[in-house]
């Protein structure tokens, strides 16, 4: 008890964040993939899984169990160090956003002022391990299914990140809470649709999501950049991805839809969790639907639509955005 | 430049259209059954093993012991063996085997048979570890169904 009062606050403070937002991590994928596969299955009129639990709801806890107790496989011929850092450089850096993001008024481990850079310094890591991995596997198809990671994340940073810009032209400011704070009267989506559309179909792309999942194409590629992974390998991989749509779905509601605003609830600045919940939700739900209705993109298309589309789009946004703020 | 804002709004049309028909379907009543669970009727047509009818009337076999079935089976799979009983002047059946292993289903023996006492049976989960769980009784089928 001693040697706890002695530490600095601020340190409990951290550690009791990281082990609430590891445990919502795991949580987050357990509770995305049983959706994502019911969902599937409504969208073509299957009932999905079934058999465990009421309605399949165990399903997932029973995957994830099976997938840690399989055994981690490395082929002879890969790069050892690299093909078991790779899933570790997926799973760490995703940790990190969690930490700056303001799910409530008071509910928020640390106030960054320069947050929103954090966040997305810190997701584009992710594109680091898939390169690791698709290298240090020594395979054709994980190779090609990393370079794919590589340029379609290079294409769609700079949209996601230009439409972020006209967010702060207009709020003069990078920190998280401050932005959703600005949002009290109007959310701003309703200013920014446009910059709103573009962080969407961008925030897909960079998560490789469906239909820009090119770098795991599975009939191409069979599994692109974890084609080699078993075991907890391809879990860390699987949890990467879930919560990379985590941290892509709670940035679109923090910069676009009003963080924790909605009608007032009884202990408003803890309870805003639940409208913050709820709106990140929604916006996952979304991203499941776009997976299950269109076809894969080619990969030609793919950067067409970066670089002819959202760039200049974005770009035209933040002009506008910039005159009328100067205004 | 036309073409640019043209392609934008009709593939974004077509975006559109997509997510209203996989949004319906998602609330769509489900097509596909639980099968253990759940089974759905085997259609009229469907040739399974042959059976004895049982007739409404007598509640038992139409079956007159003839031997037409087993002389017109190309495979020879049928064996029936009639049999006398005190004080009827004609025999009745006494045997009716099926030996399903070596039936290809061509359905001679219903069409031949002049009292119409054979149908198909709607049995489709068969699956056994021996050949002899394939020679059927269907004498005794019957008799299990007469009560």
Request: charge should be neutral; glycine fraction near 6%; charged fraction near 20%.
């Amino acid at each position: 008890m001693e040697t706890i009062s002695t530490l600095p606050p601020e340190l409990i403070r951290m550690v009791i964040a990281v082990i609430i937002i590891i445990s919502f991590i795991f949580l987050n994928a357990i509770m995305m993939g049983y959706l994502e596969r019911k969902i599937a299955g409504h969208v073509q009129r299957r009932l999905g899984p079934m058999e465990v639990g009421f309605h399949g709801i165990l399903q997932l806890v029973v995957d994830g169990v099976k997938l840690v107790a399989k055994e981690l496989l490395i082929p002879i011929n890969v790069d050892r160090t690299f093909f078991r850092l790779a899933p570790i450089l997926s799973f760490t850096p995703v940790i990190l956003p969690l930490l700056v993001i303001p799910f409530s008024e008071k509910l928020q481990a640390r106030d960054l002022n320069l947050g929103l850079l954090f966040i997305v310094s810190m997701t584009s890591v992710n594109v680091m391990a898939i390169l690791v991995g698709g290298w240090g596997s020594n395979n054709k198809y994980s190779m090609f299914g990393a370079m794919r990671a590589v340029a379609q994340s290079i294409a769609y940073e700079i949209p996601i990140l230009l439409s972020m810009l006209a967010i702060i032209l207009m709020t003069n400011t990078l920190s998280l809470k401050e932005i959703v704070g600005a949002q009290q009267k109007i959310w701003f989506v309703l200013l920014q649709p446009l910059a709103f559309i573009i962080y969407v179909i961008s925030g897909i792309a960079e998560t490789n999501r469906a239909p820009f999942d090119l770098p795991e194409a599975e009939s191409e590629l069979t599994a692109g950049f974890h084609t080699e992974y078993s075991g907890i390998g391809f879990s860390l991989f699987f949890l990467g991805e879930y919560t990379n749509m985590f941290t892509v779905a709670s940035v679109a509601t923090v910069l676009f839809l009003g963080g924790w605003h909605g009608p007032s609830l009884p202990y408003g600045e803890y309870l805003g969790i639940v409208w913050f919940f709820l709106k990140v939700y929604f916006l996952l739900f979304f991203m499941i639907m776009i997976r299950w209705t269109y076809p894969r993109v080619r990969f030609d298309q793919l950067l067409n639509f970066a670089w002819k589309y959202l760039v200049p789009f974005s770009l035209v946004n933040i002009l506008i955005t910039a005159v009328v703020v100067k205004l | 430049m036309k073409r640019y804002f043209l392609d934008l709004f009709i593939g974004g049309k077509s975006l559109v259209d997509g997510l209203v028909v996989t949004t319906k379907a998602l609330f769509q009543p489900i097509v596909t059954v639980q099968y253990p669970r759940e089974e759905i009727d085997i259609t009229p047509n469907f040739r399974g093993h042959i059976d004895l009818v049982l007739d409404p009337e007598k509640n038992t076999f139409r079956c007159i012991a003839c031997g037409m079935c087993q002389r017109s089976c190309p495979s020879e799979c049928i064996q029936i063996e009639g049999k006398k009983v005190e004080g009827k002047k004609k025999k009745t059946l006494g045997l009716f085997a099926l030996d399903f292993t070596k039936c290809s289903l061509c359905g001679t023996c219903v069409e031949v048979c002049p009292t119409q006492a054979l149908e198909f049976s709607k049995e489709y989960n068969l699956a056994d570890f021996s050949k002899e769980a394939f020679h059927y009784d269907i004498l005794k089928r019957l008799e299990e169904r007469i009560i």
